[in-house]
């Protein structure tokens, strides 16, 4: 019942479509290369100095200098490298597609190669991408004016949640790189039933025709 509903929802049903045994391949590789993208914000957090006043607790510095050293022109360019991944499948799968059909068709093709609920992560990656891209061009060349802004005060308070969907995405970007022999096999029986429709249909049109 809640995996029937939740499939339905266009974010979650992405992460539903793999099955288990690729989210325990895709977790550690997604955990490690997180690790390693973030390793200078890392270094710089620990190796910055201890404040003198007591008053301040651990936790309080570590989100003090987590602030000051993530600011938010990393967290644009983080953004940008973490959505680019789950955007790139389109065009790899559009290339592998047969070059002796239209782009129409090549386009459909694609899509139905890829992994249910993505259009809609990938619509929002985007967008993401073009809101990150405009802050951080305003933010480098005219930080004043963009600190008084509206667009500034959304970005302030919803930075770490978009920079949390950018994670979401790359870890969809690797689930889809690893083979699923189930999911390659159920991808490919759709693609069989969706070109034997449309070759069925382009058969009626062409007797019609006649």
Same mark, same amino acid.
């Given at each position: 019942?809640?995996?029937?509903?939740?499939?339905?929802?266009?974010?979650?049903?992405?992460?539903?479509?793999?099955?288990?045994?690729?989210?325990?391949?895709?977790? &550690?590789?997604?955990?490690?290369?997180?690790? +390693?993208?973030?390793?200078?914000?890392?270094?710089?957090?620990?190796?910055? &100095?201890?404040?003198?006043?007591?008053?301040?607790?651990? %936790?309080?510095?570590?989100?003090?200098?987590?602030?000051?050293?993530?600011?938010?022109?990393?967290?644009?360019?983080?953004?940008?490298?973490? %959505?680019?991944? %789950?955007?790139?499948? %389109?065009?790899?799968?559009?290339?592998?597609?047969?070059?002796?059909?239209?782009?129409?068709?090549?386009?459909?093709?694609?899509?139905?190669?890829?992994? &249910?609920?993505?259009?809609?992560?990938?619509?929002?990656?985007?967008?993401?991408?073009?809101?990150?891209?405009?802050?951080?061009?305003?933010?480098?060349?005219? &930080?004043?004016?963009?600190?008084?802004?509206?667009?500034?005060?959304?970005?302030?308070?919803?930075?770490?949640? +978009?920079?949390?969907?950018?994670?979401?995405?790359?870890?969809?970007?690797?689930?889809?790189?690893?083979?699923?022999?189930?999911?390659?096999?159920?991808?490919?029986?759709?693609?069989?039933?969706?070109?034997?429709?449309?070759?069925?249909?382009?058969?009626?049109?062409?007797?019609?025709?006649?």
């Amino acid at each position: 019942m809640l995996l029937g509903l939740a499939n339905k929802i266009p974010i979650i049903q992405s992460l539903i479509y793999f099955r288990w045994k690729t989210h325990k391949v895709a977790i &550690p590789k997604f955990l490690i290369l997180t690790l +390693l993208n973030l390793s200078p914000i890392l270094a710089a957090i620990i190796f910055s &100095p201890i404040p003198n006043n007591p008053k301040l607790s651990f %936790v309080d510095h570590l989100i003090s200098k987590t602030n000051h050293f993530f600011s938010f022109s990393e967290i644009y360019i983080y953004i940008a490298t973490f %959505v680019s991944p %789950v955007m790139y499948i %389109v065009y790899e799968r559009y290339h592998q597609q047969e070059f002796d059909t239209s782009y129409y068709q090549k386009f459909k093709s694609t899509i139905r190669t890829i992994y &249910p609920g993505y259009m809609w992560t990938t619509f929002l990656a985007i967008l993401l991408l073009l809101f990150t891209m405009g802050g951080f061009a305003v933010l480098k060349n005219n &930080p004043d004016a963009f600190k008084n802004t509206l667009y500034f005060l959304i970005v302030t308070k919803l930075g770490w949640y +978009l920079f949390f969907y950018s994670l979401f995405c790359f870890y969809l970007s690797i689930l889809d790189g690893i083979i699923d022999t189930g999911n390659f096999i159920e991808a490919n029986r759709l693609e069989e039933s969706h070109f034997s429709e449309d070759f069925s249909k382009r058969l009626d049109q062409q007797q019609g025709n006649n």
